[in-house]
């Protein structure tokens, strides 16, 4: 068990390096790394029991910026040092940081791996759908006609959506997040590392050089609460200013439908009560799915925690067959000769 102390005896500070942060000004990584900081001590987890491991681009600068131990490692394979740190010491909190190109691209099969294996560790991806440290090609999260570098006639690829990916890998808990919310993103992360399992949080973090303005028809102020919803287990599934708008099961179709308090429903002119709203349940992944994968703008973003479930470790169940296998000390000599064997 990772070994936890008085949270009131940990600071901010005591996460924060004397390394100069160098990311471009205005960058949603700032807002990220702020609440992450301001997050680690609470937890009651010393810097000397965590580990932060990256892979490359942008946001995989981050293991600089936390006073923890931390590997900087190569593209797209954070998830086999994620995987390695946690077998060989399972005591250690492990936090990983990707990016949608450096974790869905060229770490894609190893991102889907660590996943469904359930190492338990928090997966941050930042999501800005674009490549920013080489200079703005459209990544596997652009939308089809992209224009960038790599695409001046607009990208011809279907993009991915990371945690319909993750969900379809079986991940065992999937999240949503925004950079520059800080109270959603704060809460989210809280939970991603309560969670024992691997814990895959998206944010959606902005590129103002590369690809500014990303998701602003969604997370503009002005529009926000039309075009969000923050979903929480056993609540009812409910957006808008005054939280009079909400997801509702059509029950012929067997698809979700924006319904409104007090209104008529427009598949069957229902009056809508509370009692039609759909509850989230973590637990739900073909309810997840169905979250995930609502298109927008015919349906808000879903944000916060889509999916949770508990189940064994791909690091715990390790750990335990090493030990039975030491608890049996084998005879090696008979274990070489006890099978097949073959003269060169």
Not at 279 to 303: C, M
């Amino acid at each position: 068990m990772t070994k936890l102390i008085d949270a009131a005896k940990l600071t901010k500070k005591d996460f924060e390096t004397d390394q100069d942060v160098r990311w471009c000004p205005g960058c949603g990584d700032y807002a990220i790394l702020a609440n992450v900081q301001k997050l680690m001590p609470e937890l009651g987890i010393t810097p000397d029991n965590m580990v932060w491991i990256s892979g490359i681009g942008c946001s995989s600068r981050f293991p600089y910026y936390m006073d923890t131990y931390g590997f900087h490692t190569i593209h797209g394979r954070a998830p086999a040092f994620v995987t390695g740190v946690k077998v060989a010491n399972p005591d250690l909190s492990v936090w990983m940081v990707t990016g949608d190109g450096d974790g869905l691209s060229i770490g894609g099969n190893h991102l889907m791996h660590a996943l469904r294996r359930n190492i338990d560790a928090k997966l941050l991806m930042f999501n800005n759908r674009i490549y920013g440290l080489t200079k703005g090609q459209y990544s596997p999260t652009s939308e089809v006609g992209k224009i960038t570098k790599s695409s001046p006639f607009g990208s011809a690829d279907q993009p991915i959506d990371p945690a319909c990916f993750a969900l379809g890998v079986r991940a065992s808990f999937v999240a949503r997040a925004i950079d520059t919310d800080a109270k959603n993103l704060g809460a989210t992360l809280r939970q991603a590392a309560e969670h024992k399992g691997s814990a895959f949080t998206e944010i959606y973090q902005n590129c103002n050089v590369f690809n500014d303005g990303a998701f602003e028809d969604f997370r503009a102020r002005e529009h926000k609460f039309d075009r969000q919803i923050h979903v929480e287990h056993g609540s009812p599934l409910l957006f808008g200013k005054e939280k009079q708008k909400g997801l509702r099961l059509n029950v012929k179709t067997l698809g979700l439908e924006i319904v409104t308090l007090g209104e008529a429903a427009p598949s069957d002119s229902k009056v809508i009560e509370l009692t039609d709203i759909l509850v989230h349940d973590q637990g739900n992944l073909a309810l997840a799915t169905t979250l995930a994968s609502l298109p927008f703008p015919d349906f808000p973003v879903v944000l916060g925690v889509l999916y949770r479930v508990e189940r064994e470790t791909f690091d715990g169940a390790m750990n335990a067959q090493m030990k039975k296998a030491k608890e049996q000390k084998a005879d090696l000599h008979a274990l070489l000769h006890s099978g097949t064997t073959w003269s060169v």
